[in-house]
């Protein structure tokens, strides 16, 4: 209960207060992408800058966390394209975009806050490692797949090459690898600008979590309920299933990086999944139910997780 109290409440409060605000007209679509920008493009990236320019690399570089998360998406992505396949018979690119739901939690702008506000400046890391594997997945190697099966050969090398650019012009991963090389050749940054990082960095986590609440309030759900109802038990049940089986292999479950794990396994489908259905035209519906279902079941399983991990 106390996790619940201390962790899991103030988080989906946030989240709570945002959709709120949208559905109650208080801001509206030109709010929710001016916040998104702010989030994306300077408090997110400030944050992971900052964190890891006064981190020591090697404290933060874990290979054995990156090997074994991305064997838990890759697993979860998988399932999800099989399930799309047996029940719908869909073609690879709705396959694509099923598993892709199935796999993408919002590591991000959910992930981040919850590993701060759960673990503290320790389970940082763990979380940024979180977001460049799903990052690489999701809007490189996933996007590929759902060009290859839209268009030709040709029409696929092109879909990569874009894919490719688009993560190569992502604030968050960029941010990430940078903070990561400022730690490695022992940048220090002067005590203004170190100042500036933190105060930009703290506006993160609630700016990230309202503005999913934001996103959400214009939603509906439709039609799609029953392929949503199966990406959310993919994603919210049979992937944290997989990181429990998985990653003690590559980490302890019981260190700070482990529970990250678990953690970032178990959050809803990220609202990108919806924004890549809303781009091709493929299961538009579904990927919208999906994101709204998963994020309202996942009230429950996250606290329920954070409990079970005694957290807080």
Not at 75 to 89: E, I
Not at 103 to 109: D, K, L, Q, S
């Amino acid at each position: 209960m106390q996790a619940i109290l201390t962790v899991a409440f103030p988080i989906f409060a946030m989240i709570l207060t945002g959709y709120l605000a949208g559905r109650l007209k208080i801001l509206g679509a030109e709010s929710t992408a001016a916040l998104n920008a702010f989030v994306s493009y300077f408090a997110l990236p400030v944050l992971f800058f900052g964190t890891l320019a006064r981190t020591p690399v090697q404290s933060v570089f874990d290979a054995g966390f990156l090997a074994g998360f991305s064997l838990v998406f890759v697993a979860s992505y998988g399932f999800g394209m099989l399930m799309n396949r047996l029940v719908k018979r869909g073609g690879l690119a709705e396959m694509n975009l099923h598993g892709l739901a199935a796999a993408w939690g919002n590591v991000g702008y959910m992930g981040v806050p919850l590993a701060l506000a759960a673990f503290g400046a320790e389970g940082l890391p763990p979380a940024m490692l979180a977001v460049i594997v799903t990052a690489v997945f999701s809007m490189v190697i996933g996007v590929m797949m759902i060009e290859l099966g839209e268009a030709s050969d040709e029409g696929a090398w092109r879909g990569f090459v874009k894919a490719l650019s688009g993560v190569a012009r992502n604030p968050l991963p960029l941010s990430i690898l940078a903070g990561l090389a400022a730690s490695w050749i022992g940048l220090k940054l002067p005590g203004p600008i170190d100042r500036f990082f933190e105060l930009m960095g703290a506006a993160a986590a609630p700016c990230a979590l309202f503005a999913i609440g934001l996103f959400l309030a214009d939603k509906a759900i439709g039609s799609g309920v029953a392929e949503a109802g199966l990406v959310t038990l993919n994603k919210l049940l049979l992937q944290p299933l997989l990181a429990f089986l998985i990653l003690p292999f590559f980490v302890p479950l019981d260190s700070v990086a482990g529970k990250v794990g678990l953690l970032m396994a178990a959050l809803p489908t990220a609202a990108n999944a919806f924004v890549l259905a809303k781009q091709y035209e493929i299961s538009v519906e579904e990927n919208t139910a999906a994101v709204l279902l998963s994020t309202a079941i996942s009230v429950i399983t996250v606290s329920a997780l954070l409990v079970w991990m005694r957290v807080g």
